[in-house]
RNA sequence: GGCUCCGUAGCUCAAUUGGCAGAGCAGUUGACUCUUAAUCAAUAGGUUGAAGGUUCGAGUCCUUCCGGAGUCACCA
């Protein structure tokens, strides 16, 4: 409600309020004319459009489980009474007798109202459209059949719980003989649903479930986990330094403290602290928040997965990959198998492990163990007409390397294994050279989806790696990834060795159901800010 | 950030070579006591994303801006 002082209607139908942030720039459409006017129709009846009591005994889906419930006892058993909500889908006047279908979260039910048993005054207001599509309402009445066959409520009396003043688009079903359902009618704009993902969900059933899925993929991992002796916990969104990951931060400040402050772009260094301080396995699922383009498999803050294990190395964790990833999609969708972009993706272990010089060298035909040197392994990139952008690490052209030949053909859940050292900063060294470390990723439909490593514990040599990065990345850069002392005293008291992961969680919800862009798993994708 | 495409009624879409902005659904009025994409009759609805320009005439062509999608760059 507004409280400011001085609020100037102003001609077009805006609200103004000096002084103050406070512009309301609603110019109701001719559609909600019609509605607005009912409201004032409906308090002249003395009917309070928005009521705060309701008398809920059975859901949509309940209530028709009851029926069927009591047909199948025959004609001995006692009929059904309920009281039901929801909103209005679909209204069918017919003269002194009507049809609605109303819907909850459970599912839809039809009200069978007849004037008869609802009475003039009650029947009217739907008569009237005082009681309309897109409102809530509560019916009670007697569960029955309608000739045609429908379960559907007998309504003795219907109330309006909430009106709606503008209407969702509207969207018509048939249901087939087999069951199947056909929708007439769209709401497919994808900038209009992504705004008001309200009126998307509310009209797209479609939508719905991939959210009620997304939870199930949130459950499946913590219950993984959980049942693994795994700590959930959480760690600082807002950090004085920034790391564990190559991005660019989001930067905020704290005025009470003068601080300047960074959202996170990972939990890595703060969970593996918690190493030291005695948990032998944790894991976080949360935001993380980072400053750069947005693409199909990015966007701006994402929801990430990370675990670290004491007493462990990155071949545990390829173990624990291939478990909880297939574990979480037989919960999911009751199969290892799913289809994506139609590609038919299998998650059953055990997953294709391949090291990363290999990998590349069966694809290329390089062996970039042959071009030591980041300026030979550029020349030999360019001859193969890799566009290569100038001043990269050695570890970036392979990693690129990687990314342009290899990356896209990984369809099936394929582990790729010892990572260059000089772009992995807080991975141990492999035992047989000193240019890899015990990392891996692992990709699915072309997609990195994860990243782990055997965590490098030995202070001396983390706290060379930070230097390494200082002089391998320019100030600037995107990579730059910041000395963090706190972080090294912690390790000096000593860390055990453990085995960490990470990965975008979106992506996972992205396979498993069949949806093309991340804005389609994220209730609110980032959008640029819509003007007016 | 570069390039390409898109933006027309509440929703989904038309509009010939630059020549009167249209349809379905939703809406409004009326009829109908078992409908279900209900049906029947009548009817209303537009600053074509915004601002400029070319032209006798612009939804259509040009410029700039806003927003979205794709792609590349960047990046997990």
Request: with cysteine; aromatic share 10%.
């Amino acid at each position: 409600m507004l409280s400011a002082q001085n609020p100037v209607e102003c001609p077009a139908g805006f609200l103004f309020v000096p002084q103050s942030r406070i512009v309301m720039v609603w110019e109701p459409n001719r559609l909600e004319v019609d509605r607005l006017e009912r409201v004032q129709a409906l308090e002249a009846r003395n009917i309070e459009p928005f009521p705060a009591r309701v008398q809920r005994t059975h859901t949509a889906a309940q209530a028709v489980a009851a029926y069927e419930a009591q047909e199948a006892l025959g004609e001995a058993a006692a009929p059904v009474e309920v009281t039901v909500c929801g909103r209005i889908r679909r209204v069918n006047l017919k003269g002194k007798v009507s049809f609605m279908h109303i819907e909850d979260e459970t599912a839809r039910v039809q009200l069978f109202l007849r004037v008869n048993e609802l009475g003039d005054a009650t029947y009217d207001l739907v008569k009237d459209k005082l009681i309309d599509s897109d409102d809530f309402v509560q019916a009670s009445g007697t569960m029955m059949r309608t000739q045609a066959g429908e379960i559907s409520v007998r309504a003795s009396s219907l109330t309006l719980l909430a009106k709606s003043l503008s209407p969702l688009p509207v969207i018509k079903r048939q249901e087939l003989e087999d069951g199947s359902v056909v929708e007439y009618g769209e709401f497919t704009d994808v900038e209009a649903r992504y705004r008001q993902r309200y009126a998307d969900l509310a009209v797209n059933q479609n939508v719905r479930a991939v959210f009620q899925k997304r939870a199930k993929v949130m459950q499946a991992l913590r219950q993984f986990f959980d049942a693994r002796g795994f700590l959930e916990v959480e760690t600082p969104i807002l950090q004085p330094v920034y790391g564990g990951a190559a991005a660019r931060p989001f930067i905020t400040h704290h005025n009470q403290l003068d601080q300047d402050l960074y959202l996170r772009i990972s939990f890595e260094l703060y969970l593996k602290r918690l190493l030291v301080g005695g948990f032998d396995a944790v894991y976080e699922i949360g935001r993380d928040f980072r400053n750069e383009g947005v693409s199909f498999k990015h966007n701006t803050e994402f929801t990430m997965l990370e675990f670290y294990k004491a007493y462990i190395d990155y071949q545990d964790v390829m173990e624990l990959t291939e478990q909880f990833v297939s574990h979480t999609a037989q919960q999911v969708n009751g199969t290892m198998q799913t289809t994506w972009r139609g590609h038919a993706i299998d998650f059953t272990p055990p997953w294709k492990r391949i090291t990363m010089r290999d990998a590349i060298r069966e694809e290329t035909g390089i062996d970039y163990m042959d071009y030591r040197k980041r300026d030979a392994l550029e020349t030999v990139m360019r001859e193969r007409g890799i566009t290569v952008k100038p001043g990269q690490p050695w570890g970036k052209l392979v990693e690129h390397l990687l990314g342009e030949s290899v990356e896209p053909k990984l369809i099936q859940p394929t582990i790729i294994m010892d990572y260059p050292r000089d772009i992995s900063p807080f991975a141990k060294r492999v035992a047989y050279d000193d240019l890899h470390v015990e990392r891996f990723e692992f990709y699915i439909a072309g997609m990195e989806m994860g990243n782990a490593f055997t965590e490098l514990n030995d202070p001396r040599d983390q706290e060379a790696r930070f230097l390494e990065m200082a002089t391998t990345f320019r100030q600037g850069d995107d990579d730059e990834t910041p000395l963090d002392e706190d972080y090294l005293r912690a390790m000096r008291y000593g860390m055990p060795p453990n085995g960490g992961f990470g990965m975008g969680i979106d992506r996972l919800v992205m396979l498993l159901t069949d949806q093309d862009s991340i804005r389609d798993v994220l209730l609110y994708p980032h959008l640029r800010a819509e003007q007016k």
